[in-house]
């Protein structure tokens, strides 16, 4: 099942959907008809309506908001160290390039696909990532990224 079959048989409207999720209402539209939506909106939705994005993976206990890239980052470094994997090799057992690799372990938001590709790398479900993260970490980075 899919999160567009899974918010289709939630009945839920678009706006409980963005007020639930604490997300914006063009988000939750998008989600409803299947068009992208960005990693961290993607997951608050999944949280909402308790769709599980990656089952193959052991639900981990959803504490918080937002997905925590930095601590996303640590894991998958952590992970590549154990496995021993250059780079180059992690990427390649993830189904990425290298470049995304190397984004994901500075902490850049990535793509929900790549997002849960690393997870299944790394054995921990997105949830076990959801923390809260204030507004003014965010204004801070995207303050120092210019």
């Known amino acids: 099942m899919t999160l ?3 918010l289709v048989q ?3 409207t678009i706006g409980d959907l963005a007020s639930k999720a ?7 539209a998008n989600a409803l008809s ?3 939506v960005a990693s961290m909106p993607y997951l608050r939705i ?3 309506i308790n769709f599980d994005p990656a089952p193959t993976l052991e ?4 504490c918080g908001a ?9 894991a998958l470094k952590i992970a590549r160290a154990l496995k021993t994997h250059s780079t180059r090799q992690a990427a390649k057992a993830i189904g990425v390039g290298a470049s995304t690799i190397c984004r994901a372990e500075r902490g850049e938001p990535t793509q929900i696909g790549v997002v849960l590709s690393i ?4 054995g921990v479900h997105p949830f076990g990532y959801m923390r809260e993260v204030s507004r003014e970490t965010f204004a801070e980075t995207a303050e120092k990224r210019g």
Request: glycine fraction near 2%.
């Open 46 to 48: 999944c949280r909402a």
């Open 4 to 6: 567009t079959d899974a």
């Open 34 to 36: 299947g068009r992208p």
């Open 59 to 62: 639900m981990q206990c959803c």
């Open 10 to 12: 939630s009945a839920i």
């Open 22 to 28: 604490d997300v914006a209402t063009r988000v939750a």
């Open 119 to 122: 997870c299944r790398y790394v």
């Open 66 to 74: 937002d997905f925590d890239f930095a601590y996303f980052a640590m």
